[in-house]
């Protein structure tokens, strides 16, 4: 039926409606679903949220805030996102240029080693540095002979949150390099520049929007790991919880308006992200559709 | 053109990681950085929370008259025996402050960070507060919940923490116990004289079926008191909660009146949550007389009136608000000791890997 009108238009005007031209009740009942699923699910959950923190005012919203434990924990959260984001973009980079750009023995290990995290529950994430660096553990006696802490202290939260976030990056990259093949890269070589100049001005110019999409969810996981954290953290009040860790204690101890203004906070995180993210997306395609040559679609 | 100038850009942008690291170098060398004798860490269990806030902010005014010294406590709160594994696992508490006793045993056990006989070293056992268990109800007691034969019957829900991680866990199953023995034998002096062996034997068996049933009715299992408190009265799970009287109390005051109330049972257990210094720790920490202070000050008059203001049975109550002790109700109270030959041997032959918890516990639907 589509087919038809748009080769045969009837009407000219109706060239443009021949996109949707299911029934009527098929497209009420289908954007009726999303809307609803997108209501339930996102905006119920938020106005929720932002219901909870401001229930008694926006004098007591803006209250929590002033909490020195909440200061400390958002400011935890920023130091583990400040470390671990650079740190995975270093490593993601690596492994993706690697993993795209060279064929070597062991390769197909090394692809499945950086899903790791996401295959593996972050609570046996951060057992297994509970396990490594714990008193009980491999490396605990040494570590506590040289009192160097590692698990229940900000180290051991940075190691958990690099961790979970580690197949960000690479996972964004790995399929964008691997589909430009090394073509440019060659030529580049050819004509006279150095391996280093060669990565800088040909690899990641053609991948950066990926790079930044890969670095933004990177930093809302980071931002936003629960589980992990919670196992190494020791829970010290202003001292190892993390925001959404804190949100959990405010809520515990029935401090119902501070523990919602903290969530809120990780709330607006996440929106944050979505713009991003969006704006990053839009930029990609706009960037595909400038450099891809005629022809080499 | 465009492509160069871009790539430019993004070059000093992606020299940002290295910034960064060196940030990473400076927090690490940053942390371990203890300012030594001004900091306490006190690891204690799930329901403590607003007790210790109250007395820490005490016994800093108190250190600070007496010796001119800043001090701050830190507190981690959670389910008790997960606690003395985090201890276990190194986090560094100068003083741990626990649900029971045997907790705090395997910490002295497992880690060896204090000696094994350190229930001996503070008055009363080591615990300057009790408490007990209790049921919390839905405001009315619409299903007439009125002692732990209720809490069997078919249809009911009854919301408590898992024994394996919470020490109030542990109580509730006991006193549980308790109950149904008391029921069969009468009187649990019976408990310890050899000519009633089968009688206690038959008993045994009556209230492994009797805690088995009741763990039927248990919906689902909080790692913490804390955790089952807000799943029965902010999430409006189960029909009871078995609860250490404090927490009871403390659910009441925070959240009005109006929704839930406290039933006694016929029958409970004397809960003895204890505490103890962590002599490696705070010897490390340098913090060892401080820490010892801040225990000893406890069982001080002002440790006493703030214990029992928080709804915990102080061990000196001539010293707490005689308003703050008329709160208790009257319970016949009966003791691990008594009933089951003390902490490690209830732990053993219940809660341990392949205890009779185990065996009579299956997560239900």
Known sequence: ?297 | MKKIRESRQLTGWINVPLALALLLASGLTAVPAYAAGSELLNVSYDPTRELYVEYNAAFAKYWKEKTGQDVTIEQSHGGAGKQARAVIDGLEADVVTLALAYDITAIAEKARLFPVDWQGRLPNNSCPYTSTIVFLVRKGNPKGIKDWDDLVKPGIEVITPNPKTSGGARWNYLAAWAYSLKKDLGDLKKVNEPQFAADVAKANDNAKNFVAALLKNVPVLDSGARGSTTTFVQRGIGDVLLAWENEAFLAINELGPDSVEVVVPSLSILAEPAVTLVDKNAKKHGTTEVAQAYLEYLYSPEGQRIVAKHFYRPSKPESANPADLARFPKVELVTIDAVFGGWKKAQETHFNDGGVFDAIYQPSR
């Open chain 1, 1 to 297: 039926m589509a087919s038809l009108d748009t080769i045969y238009p009837a009407v000219p005007i109706k060239v443009k409606a021949a996109t949707n031209q299911e029934p009527l009740w098929v497209r009420v009942i289908l954007i009726s679903i999303s809307l609803t699923f997108i209501g339930l699910f996102l905006f119920l959950p938020l106005a929720a949220i932002m219901t909870e923190a401001l229930r008694k005012g926006i004098g007591a919203y803006l209250e929590s805030f002033q909490d020195e434990d909440a200061l400390a924990a958002i400011k935890l959260t920023l130091i583990a996102a400040a470390i671990s984001v650079p740190a995975n973009l270093v490593f993601g980079a690596a492994a993706a240029w690697a993993l795209a750009k060279f064929d070597f023995r062991g390769r197909n290990v090394l692809v499945t080693l950086i899903d790791l995290p996401f295959a593996v529950s972050p609570v046996i994430a951060g057992l297994v540095f509970v396990l490594l660096f714990g008193l009980q553990g491999w490396l605990g006696p040494w570590l506590s002979e040289h009192d160097i802490k590692i698990i229940f202290a900000v180290p051991g939260i940075v190691l958990c949150t690099i961790f979970v976030t580690f197949p960000f990056v690479a996972r964004e990259l790995i399929p964008l390099m691997q589909e430009q093949g090394n073509e440019e890269e060659m030529a580049a070589l050819v004509l006279g520049a150095s391996g280093w100049k060669t990565f800088w001005r040909v690899t990641v110019p053609n991948v950066k929007w990926a790079l930044l999409y890969g670095v933004i969810l990177c930093n809302a996981r980071a931002m936003g790991e629960f589980g992990a954290v919670s196992v190494v953290s020791g829970h010290i009040r202003g001292k190892t919880n993390t925001m959404p860790l804190h949100v959990e204690v405010l809520y515990n101890e029935y401090n119902f308006v501070a523990a919602f203004a903290v969530a809120s906070l990780l709330a607006m995180l996440a929106l944050v992200t979505l713009a991003l993210k969006s704006l990053v997306e839009w930029r990609m395609n706009r960037t595909d559709v400038e450099t891809i040559p005629p022809g080499k679609e």
